[in-house]
T-cell receptor, first 111, second 108 residues
Framework: SQTIHQWPATLVQPVGSPLSLECTVE??????LYWYRQAAGRGLQLLFY??????ISSEVPQNLSASRPQDRQFILSSKKLLLSDSGFYLC??????????FGPGTRLTVL | GQQLNQSPQSMFIQEGEDVSMNCTSS?????WLWYKQDPGEGPVLLIA?????ELTSNGRLTAQFGITRKDSFLNISASIPSDVGIYFC????????FGEGTQLTVNP
């Protein structure tokens, strides 16, 4: 069966510091991968998605970037965090453009 | 772009009551999905609907794919405290579009 992991689970970072969140998927090949941000426990905002290694699509202009160095690894990064980057970050995978399955999330607090 | 209107935004009910929430769209979707998110966790897929008119149950949960392919509803019968959470609908067309969620609170 497929599983999706995210780490760290929680992170507290000062403004201006760099960021690296990691997501890995097991039990499937060539998944589509997604990064979402959720503010205040409500709607899901799609940040990036990837259909293959090195292929990244950005949905909204922002202070973040994403990379996919391996088939089942998706990384969310920032060079300098802003207060507004605080939130709950969710990684998801899907087989082609079908149902998405979410990871446990990373709670990021920028102080 | 495609947008989903999910209602209600929040519900406060007593344990044992039935719950109904729905999503509507101006666009047609090929698949409707319903997720539940517990506090501090990622959303979990509850029910997937693939055909217009389809009615699917998962325990006390029942969801339907509207005949026009532009709407879906989720019912929860005999609610219990662990039903608390945020419920999201999602429509799959060219991409997956999420509703804004329904926050459910169940009072014992």
């Amino acid at each position: 069966s497929q599983t999706i992991h995210q780490w760290p689970a929680t992170l507290v970072q000062p403004v201006g510091s760099p960021l690296s969140l990691e997501c890995t998927v097991e039990g499937t090949s060539n998944p589509n991968l997604y990064w979402y941000r959720q503010a205040a426990g409500r709607g899901l905002q799609l940040l990036f998605y990837s259909v293959g290694i090195g292929q990244i699509s950005s949905e909204v202009p922002q202070n973040l970037s994403a990379s996919r160095p391996q088939d089942r690894q998706f990384i969310l990064s920032s060079k300098k965090l802003l207060l507004s980057d605080s939130g709950f970050y969710l990684c998801a995978w899907s087989a082609l453009a079908n149902e998405q399955f979410f990871g446990p999330g990373t709670r990021l607090t920028v102080l | 772009g495609q947008q989903l209107n999910q209602s209600p935004q929040s519900m406060f009910i007593q344990e044992g009551e039935d719950v109904s929430m729905n999503c509507t769209s101006s666009s047609i979707f090929n698949t409707w999905l319903w997720y539940k998110q517990d506090p501090g966790e990622g959303p979990v897929l509850l029910i997937a609907l693939y055909k217009a008119g389809e009615l699917t149950s998962n325990g006390r949960l029942t969801a339907q794919f509207g005949i026009t392919r532009k709407d879906s509803f989720l019912n929860i019968s005999a609610s219990i405290p662990s039903d608390v959470g945020i419920y999201f609908c999602a429509g799959l067309g060219s991409r997956l579009t999420f509703g804004e969620g329904t926050q459910l609170t169940v009072n014992p």
